[in-house]
């Protein structure tokens, strides 16, 4: 691969400075109130950006439709622990509960933010009476959350990138609005210590590097993944799939992508019970929710000897920049190799 850059990675935090109501779509019977995410996933942000990127002209917003190329790889807004700022990465525990475990003191917690029931109701003005009544889990202490995307320079990288710099200084200046009722003032995250890297080829090399020393690796899912084959929502990432992925984060990030055979064996994993998960598009067009392998699942694969050096770079690329399986775009699939 040549040094040239590849990708800028753009990191920050976002802070809740209200109370932030993400829905999951589920009711939760014992708490007689609908389900919300402890954190923002990343198809939440991607959402809040392209609504931006929409009010404001900007034709990046073409890289949004359903079979154009991803540029932006909006990622899981992961919990620090409020302790230590530690980042909580999901981990799957021996009862096959998905947990959270700090990066700094190991710790193990049972949720990655704090949430309570929200009570609102929806008032009928020209009635003068209150006409329904919800309740909804939202994220109601002070948290602060990791903000990462990557944005990939392949096609048209520049301007691309000025497009997401201008909508950022917006953000850093006026706030991120996310979830329901954030028109109406709910919902409102501000954006910290905002930060951009060049990753280059010498970088994924390196990594690269690194990998070709293991016989064996462990993926470990930072988000849910979504991995199809021939139309099937899968709930074990086979070699062939894992291979798959590796293969199409090279197509994505490479100009000069050419095919290569590897090994890949799918020795052992431990996941929990897989779950649906709705999106936008697929609401839209009246598609069933797709089935989402748990995040904290971990997938062990023997490399077979005699592995390509194209291989490592596209398993480093896949680490880094892109994800396992579908909508890696929108933060599903993001991995670290253990
Ligand atoms: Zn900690």
């Not at 990462?148 to 200046?173: M, P, Q, S, T």
């Not at 990594?207 to 849910?224: M, Q």
């Amino acid at each position: 691969m040549s040094s040239d850059a590849v990708a800028v990675e753009v990191t920050g935090e976002l802070v809740t400075r209200n109370e932030v109501i993400l829905s999951t779509g589920e009711f939760d019977r014992r708490a007689h109130a609908m389900r919300g995410y402890g954190y923002p996933p990343g198809q939440a942000i991607r959402g809040a950006f392209g609504y931006l990127f929409l009010a404001a002209g900007l034709p990046i917003i073409k890289t949004y439709e359903v079979n154009a190329e991803p540029v932006l790889y909006f990622k899981d807004a992961l919990p620090y622990h409020h302790v230590d700022g530690g980042i909580l990465y999901p981990v799957i525990t021996q009862e096959k509960y998905v947990n959270y475990q700090c990066q700094k003191c190991r710790d193990i917690l049972r949720y990655p933010s704090f949430k309570s029931v929200i009570t609102k109701t929806r008032l009928d003005r020209y009635k003068g009476t209150v006409s329904m009544m919800w309740r909804q889990e939202g994220i109601t202490k002070i948290t602060r959350f990791r903000f990462r995307i990557i944005v990939k320079l392949k096609h048209e990288g520049e301007e691309n990138l000025a497009a997401l710099i201008a909508v950022l200084r917006f953000v850093e200046e006026n706030g991120l609005a996310l979830g329901k009722r954030s028109m109406k003032g709910s919902g409102r995250l501000q954006l910290e210590k905002l930060s951009y890297k060049l990753i280059t080829g010498a970088d994924i090399e390196k990594r690269a590097a690194e990998l070709r020393d293991k016989d064996t690796i462990r993926v470990r899912l930072l988000s849910e993944a979504i991995v199809r084959e021939k139309g099937t929502n899968l709930t074990v990432i086979r070699g062939n799939n894992f291979l798959w992925s590796v293969k199409n984060a090279a197509k994505n990030f490479n100009y000069d992508y050419k095919n290569f055979s590897a090994g890949v064996k799918l020795i052992s994993y431990e996941t929990s019970k897989p779950y649906p998960l709705g999106f936008l598009d697929l609401k839209l067009s009246g598609g069933r929710p797709e089935i989402a392998i748990p995040k904290g699942s971990t997938f062990t694969y023997r490399i077979e000897p005699g592995a390509p050096a194209e291989f490592y770079t596209a398993l480093a690329l896949l680490e880094r920049c892109h994800g396992i399986g579908n909508r890696v775009s929108s933060g599903k699939g993001e991995i670290i190799i253990e």
